[in-house]
């Protein structure tokens, strides 16, 4: 006689069951409160095959404006991602709990907390009502930016160093400024120049976008060829942003690769 | 004694770190003096947003039930929504953009560009364009948050599978077992964590893309607060502001919660 | 020509330090530190010995205040620093060099830019930033790091080094400030027997060469009698022998540390 084995190899994993079924469940949920329907996404399909067909092919004949656009995009990427990082690294620094007093260190994380919670299309809309429409609101609105990314991450990589270094330049008689120098900057300079070519990255998208609500650059231009069903300059715009895009990445894996030690 | 030199790079370092400030530099300098700005407009901004700021208190509270409440749940399932569907989307993607597992590098780069082409669109443009496709609303903005988390999601999970250890893959095909099951037990439990992660890094982000996209007419507290700018009531704008800020603050409590519990 | 003349430092107190009556209380009431006195003056290796928590690195932080002692004076070199504050104790912390248990390098750069910072409070800001250093403190960066064996190493980051060639380093840096006094805060206990030997020497040299005090906490014994011209014990947090180590007997050693198994 054969003893019974109860003993199973695979035990049911009821946390995982309940958190899929609970994912299934959420997603039927959001569709009905969504009005999400087949019948909107099917005709939705439809339009979007007229709407490409009518994009294709893209139309460059208006490249002299496309291009004043691009160069006014990459202008305010440019100046928002220098300001940005110079304005980072200090704010960066007095956000950091392990090397400052709290009487600068609350001011500080407020400050990027806030940036860092608003999109910046809000900044951009709040700017373009306090500088009127253009590329200055643009500038302001990514510097904001810049400061919520780069200064968030800066605080975290100078919270992780080993303050040894410090104590011993401390010990040394050092100034602060040179105690940062030797003893913090070594240990986060690299981290901090990956965050700052992000950012320069990411400034380029977001400048595209700016213009949407008036903030200067090719935005604008885009949301007007889409206003007038002008899809096939879209097109053109949308193929030129791509591009200058690819080309910001690539020259951020060039300075990356030139100051990584 | 003869005293030595010290040179803490080498000459072609030093040339490399040199040209890149200056090429910085210059297309610092050459950027401000093209870009039209007019200086009048910078200095009076200090002034303009005071007086944006005293229009906006207090924030009026009393228009939340009617006007804010539903359109910011709207926001949370728009994002929610999205993040799935780009998780769903970007799988097969990250899967044929890792080298190690698709090695035909015509398909990687095809979907590298894939992957590029969604990262360059902002999400707001891409709005735009599904809601010239399916009309304004919720649907228009949840393929939009879609579309654009493919590149996010689909280039660091390509990562992560480049990075797998190789070990089990090995001994799974030495073992003859068909891809579908290669895939489930040895990729898929060294890649989950890091999925897990960039999902809740992903969905992060979504909730504040969700907040704006109505501003182009695709769903969510976006379009309330469009209303409220274009009817110039600055006191709802607050309040929508505030509550976009709240929700964005407990997103990101109750990702961190998470990332400690699992990961 | 070396160069072990006293610049920069004032010159006319003798190297000296006068630590009295120094208590210090994290919790009120439960003093760590208490009424520690004691005299150093000139070329002399003093180590310090005592059992684990009871306060020698306090003391030794508390003369550099890095630590800030409850009461009691600390004088260096005829300098009273304990009230000091802002830029004067940054400056009177020239005096004072340290050489830590972990080394405290910084891992990412140079050995010789380790070894420059101990120039850093002497150097303006924004040529420490370009590493614009004056040729004669290169000069004796150079020659230090010659004076302590590692000369191959000069241009190599700090993190590619041993355990005892990153004390060394250390070593070279705290020298390199021209200290009135030089403190050393364990700096064997990270380090095989063998290399705790050659830095216990290195630190002596440099005190004889240059006449100045080196306070040594170390917790081996052996190692305390061997290179030390006087000894301290304290217990509890107060000083219970203060001799040379000849009369260092194991009813000392008793009193300090407890327990007799331990003693040869």
């Not at chain 1, 009518?54 to 990459?74: D, V």
């Not at chain 2, 228009?63 to 929504?81: D, N, Q, W």
């Not at chain 2, 891409?126 to 590149?151: E, K, M």
């Not at chain 2, 990729?187 to 890091?194: G, N, T």
């Amino acid at each position: 006689m054969s003893a019974v084995n109860t003993r199973r190899a695979f035990k049911p994993n009821w946390l995982a069951r309940l958190g899929w079924l609970a994912v299934i469940g959420y997603c039927v949920l959001a569709f009905w409160s969504l009005d999400i329907t087949w019948d909107r996404f099917v005709i939705g399909l439809e339009n979007g095959a007229k709407f490409l067909g009518s994009m294709i092919p893209p139309n460059f004949e208006r490249w002299k404006l496309l291009l004043g656009n691009l160069l006014e995009t990459l202008e305010i990427a440019v100046i928002a991602s220098a300001f940005g990082v110079a304005f980072s690294l200090p704010i960066g620094l007095a956000a950091s709990r392990n090397l400052m007093p709290t009487w600068a260190t609350w001011p500080a994380r407020l400050l990027i907390a806030i940036c860092r919670s608003f999109h910046p299309v809000i900044f951009a809309i709040l700017f373009v009502k306090a500088v009127g429409f253009g590329p200055l609101a643009g500038i302001l609105t990514l510097i904001f930016a810049s400061i919520g990314f780069i200064g968030k991450l800066f605080a975290e990589a100078i919270e992780e160093i080993s303050l040894k270094p410090v104590e011993a330049c401390r010990a040394a008689g050092a100034p602060f400024m040179s105690v940062i120098l030797y003893a913090v900057l070594p240990q986060v300079l690299n981290r901090f120049i990956g965050f700052a070519t992000y950012q320069f990255d990411a400034n380029i998208r977001n400048s595209t976008m700016v213009g949407i609500v008036g903030a200067g650059g090719i935005g604008g231009t885009l949301f007007a060829a889409f206003q007038r069903f002008d899809y096939d300059f879209l097109a053109a715009i949308l193929i030129s942003i791509i591009i200058l895009v690819m080309l910001g990445e690539y020259l951020a894996s060039i300075v990356k690769a030139v100051f990584n030690d | 004694m003869t005293s030595r030199n010290w040179e803490r790079f080498t000459p072609a370092q030093r040339l490399a770190r040199f040209a890149i400030y200056l090429a910085a530099v210059i297309a610092l300098v050459v950027s401000m003096r093209t870009v039209q700005i007019v200086p009048e407009f910078l200095y009076d901004a200090p002034t303009q947003m005071a007086d944006m700021f005293t229009r906006m208190w207090p924030p009026d509270f009393a228009h939340y039930r009617e006007g804010v409440h539903l359109a910011l749940i709207e926001s949370m399932h728009i994002a929610g929504m999205g993040t799935i569907l780009a998780l769903v989307m970007s799988l097969p993607v990250a899967l044929l953009a890792a080298s190690n597992i698709t090695p035909i590098p015509a398909l990687n780069w095809f979907a590298r560009l894939i992957l590029v082409s969604s990262r360059s669109v902002n999400t707001l443009v891409w709005a735009i364009l599904f809601v010239a496709v399916f009309g304004p609303g919720s649907l228009a903005g949840t393929i939009a948050i879609g579309f654009r988390s493919i590149g996010f999601c689909g280039k660091l999970l390509g990562e992560a599978l480049e990075e797998c250890n190789k070990g089990p893959v090995e001994a799974l095909k030495a073992a003859g077992a068909p891809w579908p099951s290669i895939f489930l037990k040895a990729y898929w439990p060294q890649v989950s964590p890091a999925f897990w992660g960039i999902t809740l890094f992903r969905w992060d982000i979504n909730v504040r893309e969700s907040a704006v996209i109505g501003l182009v007419g695709a769903g969510g507290i976006g379009m309330a607060l469009d209303t409220a700018i274009a009817l110039f009531r600055w006191n709802q704008v607050a309040l929508i502001l505030l509550c976009i800020f709240a929700v964005v603050i407990v997103a990101e409590i109750v990702v961190t919660k998470i990332r400690q519990k699992i990961i | 020509m070396t160069s072990s003349s006293n610049n920069g430092n004032g010159g006319n107190a003798s190297r000296s330090l006068i630590v009295k009556d120094l208590v210090k209380a994290y919790v009120p009431g439960k003093p760590v530190l208490k009424n520690i006195s004691f005299e150093v003056r000139g070329c002399s290796t003093v180590a310090i010995i005592g059992p684990s928590g009871t306060g020698k690195s306090t003391l030794l932080r508390c003369i550099n205040r890095l630590i800030d002692p409850t009461s009691g004076t600390i004088t260096v070199a005829g300098h009273e620093i304990t009230r000091l504050s802002g830029k004067e104790l940054r400056l009177a912390r020239h005096h004072v060099g340290m050489v830590f248990q972990e080394f405290n390098l910084v891992e990412r750069l140079s050995v010789i830019e380790n070894v420059l910072c101990g120039r850093l409070g002497f150097v303006p800001v924004w040529r420490a930033w370009l590493r614009k250093f004056e040729q004669h403190d290169i000069d004796r960066a150079f020659e230090l790091i010659d004076m302590v064996g590692l000369t191959e190493f000069a241009t190599e980051r700090a993190d590619a080094l041993s355990g005892g060639q990153r004390q060394r380093v250390g070593i070279a840096r705290a020298v390199m400030q021209n200290p009135d006094v030089i403190m050393a805060d364990e700096p064997t206990s990270s380090l095989d027997p063998k290399t705790s030997v050659e830095i216990m020497g290195l630190l002596n040299d440099f005190s004889k060469a240059h006449d100045i005090p080196v306070l040594i906490n170390i917790h081996d014994v052996n190692l305390a009698k061997r290179f030390a011209d006087r000894v301290i014990g304290m217990s509890l947090g107060s000083i219970v022998f203060d001799g040379p180590p000849s009369e260092l007997t194991d009813d000392h050693l008793k009193q300090i540390y407890g327990g007799e198994d331990w003693l040869s």
